[in-house]
């Protein structure tokens, strides 16, 4: 296969933009903040594009010319919210989109552990029982083909696995027995179905992750019981299964494939049978958590102060800073669940700044969906952002561009966009201590 283009032109970010200045652009300010008219591409194409995010990356060639001259290949959407706040520290939002396409797939990866996470929460708190809550014991059976059983956890303080210390490490690091057990406790029926009428209707989440299940095996969920620190049973599930029918699908990624055999299939991957949640929707349910008044009571999802606390402080947290589960900062670093801003850097990150944040990243594509807070400059904004990265067009080759062109888009994105904050002059100055948070260490 003759190699596209695109990438024979050599994709260069740079690594190294400060957190404080920038390099003279060709725009001003001014410019870029009065040139926020949303333009239709096309009556036909539905991609949301404003030309002051178009304009905003155009002013640094250096770092976006490649994915403005190739959007499309790259499949980049982007999704900035500007946060100001009036006399009462009440927010209102102004979103900017580039290329945001709801039609356009991209797999979304670990990002769809967000909703399973604050669904998680909420049918706990639907179910009223007396002494059940997000730390009981979570003990997860089995009872159909694929299903596997948990009655411990080892990177719990006291070895017991519970819906909280899952959450951390959906957040910490991102991991995918984690996602599974929360998914297996609420069931796909009631996951779809619950999104759906929050308004997310083209949301399907239909399988687990990391391990290969038929349809039918991820319509069944294994049964599960909660026990209290006595171990008397407070909540039994039986098994489940999800009759919930989907609407029919034609999304497929790629060039080629490989198999699951190892054999190189000559058409694009089918896509059609696997999560699907578009990153217009990961946004506005992050919104909906961070700024909960801010949505409709249909879209807020049903959640205690404790609850927002809780995952204020481990969607924002460091893995290093946390003691159970216990991360070695030399191979679980600081920013190793944040792309935008940090890219993959390692190292011990600045605690001014914290992000709080979902990402994803697998058969190419990279996904971030943020809200960004420096307590010290006093700035807030969400930036949520998709890139696929994978100039030979082959899925399952294990050769993805995500040191080259992810990591590199994702931290010059943030960076570019935390600069224009510094800059953009608000009325009112926020209080952000509503998310001020007192970490493990």
């Known amino acids: ?70 959007a499309k290949q790259l499949k980049v959407q982007i999704i900035y ?26 797999y979304p990866a670990s990002s769809v552990k967000m909703p399973i996470a604050f669904l998680a929460l909420q049918k ?26 948990t009655y411990n956890d080892p990177s719990a303080k006291d070895g017991r696995p519970t819906i909280a210390q899952y959450i951390k490490k959906i957040f910490l690091v991102s991991n995918n027995d984690a996602f599974n057990r929360l998914y297996e406790f ?37 049964p599960v019981a909660f026990y209290d620190s006595s171990t008397n049973m407070l909540y039994q599930q039986p098994v489940q299964f999800s009759q919930i029918k989907f609407s029919g699908r034609n999304d497929s990624v790629g060039e080629k494939y490989y198999d699951g055999n190892n054999h190189l299939i000559d058409h694009a991957m089918d896509f059609s049978s696997k999560n699907r949640i578009s990153l217009e929707d990961l946004h506005h349910i992050l919104r909906s958590v ?42 679980t670093w600081d920013g190793i669940s944040k792309f935008l801003f940090w890219g993959a850097e390692k ?14 990243g697998a058969y190419g594509f990279l996904s971030d969906i943020s809200y960004f807070v420096d307590f ?15 100039s030979d067009g082959i899925l399952n080759d294990d050769k993805y561009d995500y040191d080259s062109v992810g990591y590199p888009f994702m931290k010059n994105l943030g960076r570019v966009i935390y600069d224009y904050e510094l ?8 209080d952000l201590s509503a998310f001020k948070i007192s970490y493990d260490r």
């Open 347 to 360: 190292g011990s990150l600045p605690k001014n700044i914290r992000i709080f944040n979902k990402i994803g």
């Open 1 to 70: 296969m003759k190699p596209r283009l695109y990438y024979i032109l050599v994709i260069t970010f740079s690594v190294s933009l400060s957190c404080s200045s920038s390099k003279k652009t060709s725009k001003t300010l001014e410019q870029l903040q009065k040139s926020d008219t949303t333009i239709q591409m096309n009556p036909v194409i539905t991609a949301k594009t404003d030309s002051f995010l178009n304009n905003l990356l155009a002013a640094y060639p250096q770092y976006f010319e490649q994915a403005l001259l190739h």
């Open 423 to 430: 800059k953009r002059k608000r009325e009112h100055e926020p």
């Open 124 to 149: 706990l708190n639907e179910l009223k029982l007396p002494g059940l809550n997000k730390r009981s014991s979570f003990i997860t059976e089995k009872d159909y083909s694929g299903q596997t059983v």
């Open 81 to 106: 919210t500007q946060i100001d706040r009036d006399e009462n520290n009440k927010p209102s939002f102004h979103d900017y989109y580039f290329k945001v396409d709801t039609n356009d797939y991209f």
């Open 186 to 222: 609420l069931g796909q029926e009631y996951i779809n179905e619950r999104l759906h009428k929050m308004g997310y209707r083209d949301v399907q989440i239909l399988h687990r992750l990391s391990v290969s299940l038929t349809e039918d095996e991820n319509r069944h969920t294994n």
């Open 290 to 331: 961070i700024f909960p008044q801010s949505v409709p009571k249909y879209q807020r999802f049903n959640l205690t102060d404790d609850d927002y606390r809780f995952l204020y402080q481990y969607m924002s947290q460091y893995p290093p800073e946390t003691t159970y589960p216990f991360y070695d900062s030399a191979t």
């Open 376 to 390: 010290n400059k006093k700035i807030e904004f969400m930036l949520s952002a998709a890139i696929y990265c994978n």
